[in-house]
């Protein structure tokens, strides 16, 4: 594929004007019912005096709302002068998925967050995919891309960053994980980062934070009240928002994801038991769940147990598993010296 090509995705907004514009990037979709149609996805840019620009992001997934919520919020009610630099506000990156209600794009079966860098010439998600990484993130300076469990995952709320060979880098984003307010932060391992938004993000050199902010495929009032402080505090944390950030007013904890062990995955389909509550110190070898025959009676279930000591942050939250299905994640406690 050809990535020399320019993007097909038009922007009805102008990065440069002043003020604030709505408006959509317009990537043309061909299909049975629009022979000239285009996928449209919400854009929102506020110029306010020179500063740094900060790109917001929700709706990777499409079944992840409290971002999506909060920075339709934002777009909504962020005035030009509050504003010091340039704010880029995308909701739905993956538009289609979102309405949808799917983690996926019903267009193309594409994972957004698996089609990084992605490619002018490929496939719906892969489009824009390659217009985030060539044309978005290179006009920022800092990123923070809004996630949550979905509606097969439950997660205990945090921000996230990720370990990086440049020392400064990563420390400037733990600064601004931190900043975000959630009571819990994370340095988080991936399965597989190679094709990753955070992976072009960071590879440019650019500030960033995720979040995971709950799950399940809804919202609470407490999680979407953290969303919707997290984002004025991130902005709040580069000069950008002349209010100082919010941070959380109970107890906080710093949390470390150091390698694939972390993962407890399915080895059976069946129906799952949880018997350790979210949140919930563990230990090695600890019982946590148990995986039900749904084919028959008359068998014991299957016992899955903690794979190491420390924090459970997240667990699966439909009860019916399949192999392969992530069924917890633990992470351990990183003592403040």
């Known amino acids: 594929m050809n990535h020399e090509k320019p993007s097909p995705v038009y922007a009805g907004v102008d990065f440069g004007k002043p003020g604030v514009q709505h408006g959509f990037l317009k990537l043309p979709w061909s299909h049975d019912n629009s022979a000239w149609g285009a996928v449209m996805i919400p854009i929102t840019v506020i110029n306010g005096t020179p500063g740094p620009t900060a790109l917001l992001t929700a709706g990777n997934h499409g079944d992840e709302y409290e971002g999506i919520i909060a920075l339709l919020k934002l777009a909504r009610e962020l005035r030009v002068d509050e504003v010091q630099g340039r704010v880029i506000i995308v909701p739905m990156m993956n538009a289609p998925a979102v309405q949808a209600g799917k983690r ?134 580069h000069g950008m928002l002349a209010q100082a950030p919010q941070p959380w007013e109970g107890e906080t904890q710093l949390l470390d994801m150091p390698d694939a062990s972390c993962y407890v995955q399915s080895e059976h389909n069946g129906i799952l038991e949880f018997l350790c509550p979210l949140g919930n110190r563990v230990t090695q070898g600890e019982l946590l769940a148990r995986v039900y025959d749904h084919s028959r009676s008359g068998h014991p279930p299957v016992e899955y147990r903690a794979l190491r000591d420390g924090i459970l942050l997240a667990r699966r939250f439909p009860a019916q598993v399949a192999m392969g299905d992530t069924l917890a994640v633990i992470a351990r406690e990183i003592v403040s010296p």
């Open 104 to 237: 996926t794009s019903p267009i193309d079966g594409g994972n957004l967050n698996r089609s990084f860098p992605g490619a002018p010439d490929g496939s719906v998600t892969a489009q824009i995919a390659d217009y985030f990484t060539r044309v978005l993130v290179p006009m920022c300076d800092v990123a923070l891309d809004l996630h949550s469990g979905g509606r097969t995952l439950e997660i205990i709320p945090f921000a996230a960053l990720h370990t990086l060979d440049d020392e400064r880098q990563q420390a400037n984003n733990l600064a601004a994980a931190q900043a975000f307010g959630a009571p819990t932060t994370v340095m988080m391992y991936e399965l597989d980062a190679s094709q990753l938004y955070d992976t072009v993000v960071e590879s440019q050199g650019k500030g960033f934070v995720t979040t995971e902010l709950g799950g399940g495929g809804t919202t609470t009032p407490q999680r979407q009240q953290l969303a919707d402080r997290g984002v004025r505090n991130f902005l709040a944390h």
